[in-house]
């Protein structure tokens, strides 16, 4: 019969200790075991300003540098820092209303836990702010950094001869007369240079049909622009792939050019631009070759890669590395070659 009735007894004190224990102040948090009000000698219905001037009037009465005697600095230094705490946490609003939350609820423990250290971990500044800033900063990198590639394009094309000579054939044929001739006597030796290698780059920059990573940049192609047109974006593309499976998966149609390079940029593993860069001969030898279709793909590749490996074994470098390895360690460094 005792022991029928030991284990209910327990589980009863067991529950009456978790009630107490829910019903107090939470060490750790806000105050720790005191009351917030009670610290700086205010109610609950006290204003801002009355929590304020509390404040004031106790931070001047246990000051640290008020005491001289160590005992008494000490003790002071304690409810010192006790009232800066209660009013900190008093003084905020919203920090106030989750105090005052956990006084009127004790029992949810670990909800105060959460709302405490969300707020004492979360960032002071507004992420919406940050977010706004960090993409206004990698949109500008972006586009400077296209400008960037787009000019060392340009550079290299001027400094190439046939481009240089053809680009000072059409403007002559524009003039109807020597580059150099232009504005003779009006203008010195120096500004005649300048001025002819304006024209030029002008002629290249109209001409060269320059694609791929070095392309000219585009406003639409940043982040910020990207980020504006998603959903437009989003729903082009879901158009696209369903029209995509009724045309070519359920109707059966034949593809066209664009579906076939489609699929082709596809096995490829080339992204647009990687694509686009690629020599118009090279897609045709592409189509010819029906590298849309996959085991037709796969086929051509096992002979491009076979074609590798003939060119590198015929090539006298490449036997003199695999000589070399063969006869040494692949880690070893030496100076007799």
């Given amino acids: 019969m005792y022991t029928l009735i030991k284990y209910p007894v327990y589980v009863f004190i067991l529950l009456l200790h978790l009630n107490g224990t829910c019903g107090q102040l939470l060490e750790g948090l806000y105050c720790g075991k005191q009351n917030c009000y009670d610290v700086l000698s205010v109610n609950r219905d006290s204003s801002r300003s009355e929590i304020s001037k509390s404040y004031r009037q106790l931070a001047k009465k246990y000051h640290p540098d008020v005491h001289h005697n160590i005992e008494a600095k000490r003790e002071a230094e ?3 820092k006790e009232i800066a705490t209660a009013y900190e946490i008093l003084r905020d609003e919203e920090s106030r209303s989750d105090y005052d939350y956990m006084l009127d609820n004790p029992q949810e423990y670990y909800a105060h836990y959460y709302r405490y250290y969300r707020r004492r971990v979360s960032p002071k500044v507004d992420v919406r702010l940050v977010l706004i800033v960090s993409i206004s900063v ?20 001027l400094t190439v001869p046939k481009y240089r000579l053809k680009a000072a054939e059409i ?15 009006k203008l010195s030796k120096a500004e005649q240079k300048e001025e002819n290698e304006k024209l030029i780059r002008q002629i290249i920059e109209e001409n060269m049909d320059i694609k ?12 910020w622009v990207q980020l504006l047109i998603c959903p437009y974006t989003i729903f082009m593309y879901i158009r696209w792939y369903i029209r995509w499976i009724y045309n ?11 579906e076939k390079f489609y699929l082709i940029r596809k096995n490829l593993g080339m992204g647009q631009n990687q694509f686009n860069a690629v020599e118009e001969s090279t897609k045709i030898e592409y ?3 029906e590298l849309w279709i996959k085991h037709k793909f796969i086929k051509w590749k096992k002979e491009k890669e076979e074609e590798i490996k003939l060119n590198l074994a015929e090539n006298p470098r490449y036997k003199q590395y695999r000589r070399y390895m063969r006869n ?3 880690r070893r460094m030496t100076f007799e070659d």
């Fill in 78 to 80: 304690i409810k010192f």
């Fill in 138 to 157: 990698i949109s500008i990198i972006q586009y400077y950094s296209a400008w960037q590639r787009y000019e060392s394009a340009i550079k290299y094309f």
């Fill in 171 to 185: 403007v002559q044929s524009r003039q109807g007369k020597d580059l150099t001739k232009k504005s003779k006597g």
């Fill in 212 to 223: 791929g990573a070095y392309a000219k940049p585009e406003i639409k192609n940043i982040l």
């Fill in 248 to 258: 070519f998966t359920i109707m059966k149609k034949p593809y066209g050019d664009e």
């Fill in 287 to 289: 189509l010819e070759l």
């Fill in 328 to 330: 040494h360690e692949p």
